[in-house]
């Protein structure tokens, strides 16, 4: 597909980025892409069982070399007339259409990637010697994806991933509930060690004014029998003087 004006251009990015939803994968939280790379994996696992385990042993995750290939639509990585065909398929049959690039690109260097052995040597097979791909391999590479039919495939995997989320978002939940309910009780504890202290304190206090009520009381007590005595020795002498007089 060939466009001569700057009109055109924009109208096809606009249908590729709006109607077609390649938007979401530019998103900043990366959702789509990750969806995407799950699809992907599971495309190989079910599909290239040997080539998924082969890349697992060696721990090279598909987001290493699968993200650019979405993230460009293989532009950094293909030649611009494998790209420009690619396109072309894209605009037919949307982001199923990058799935089956990456899957015919895969099994067509299967037997390539599954004798390079090591993390190094697999990573730099596919940056390098992959991308080199001479006419005929090419064609036979878009030929095989205009034969391949995912749509289904990727469909369940999308719905299985929608599940797989919600799933970690309950266990995210829970385990903030957990820790929120963690945190309540340590602040229920300190508070009750608070309390404990007050209490403590305010036993003590009452200790020291019981003992210093008892104190003044048995002062009081032992100025009541000389006020007692004073008083008798007072009356005594009035009586005396009355009767003298």
């Known amino acids: ?16 980025m709006i109607d077609l939803d390649f938007r979401s994968l530019y998103l900043p939280d990366m959702s789509k ?15 290239h069982r040997d080539l998924y385990e082969h890349l697992q042993e060696n721990e090279v995750t ?19 007339g ?10 037919l049959e949307g982001i199923d259409a ?19 052995k090591g993390f190094e040597a697999i990573c730099e097979y596919l940056k390098t010697e992959l991308p080199r791909m001479d006419e005929k391999e090419s ?16 469909r369940t995997y999308e719905i299985e991933y929608s ?19 963690a945190q309540q009780l340590i602040h229920v504890r300190h508070l009750n060690r608070s309390l404990m202290n007050e209490k403590s304190e305010i036993s003590d206090k009452l200790e020291a004014a019981y003992i210093k009520i008892s104190s003044l009381q048995q002062a009081l007590d032992s100025l009541l029998p000389d006020e007692e005595t ?10 005396t003087m009355s009767m003298v007089s």
């Open 1 to 16: 597909m060939h466009v001569t004006s700057t009109e055109e251009a924009f109208d096809l990015i606009q249908f590729l």
């Open 33 to 47: 892409l990750h969806l995407c790379i799950y699809q992907l994996s599971r495309l190989l696992y079910d599909l």
């Open 62 to 80: 598909l987001l290493l070399f699968a993200a650019p290939w979405f993230l460009t639509m293989f532009a950094s990585v293909l030649s611009f």
């Open 82 to 91: 494998f790209t420009v065909r690619i396109f072309d398929l894209i605009f």
């Open 98 to 116: 990058l799935f089956k690039a990456a899957l015919c690109l895969l099994e067509h260097h299967k037997e390539a990637i599954l004798e390079s």
């Open 139 to 154: 064609n036979d590479v878009i030929r095989q994806m205009f034969t391949m039919e995912l749509r289904d495939r990727l």
């Open 163 to 181: 599940l797989l989320a919600d799933s970690e978002e309950d266990d995210i939940c829970k385990t903030q509930r957990q820790e929120n309910l």
């Open 230 to 239: 004073g008083s008798k020795d007072f009356d005594t002498s009035v009586g």
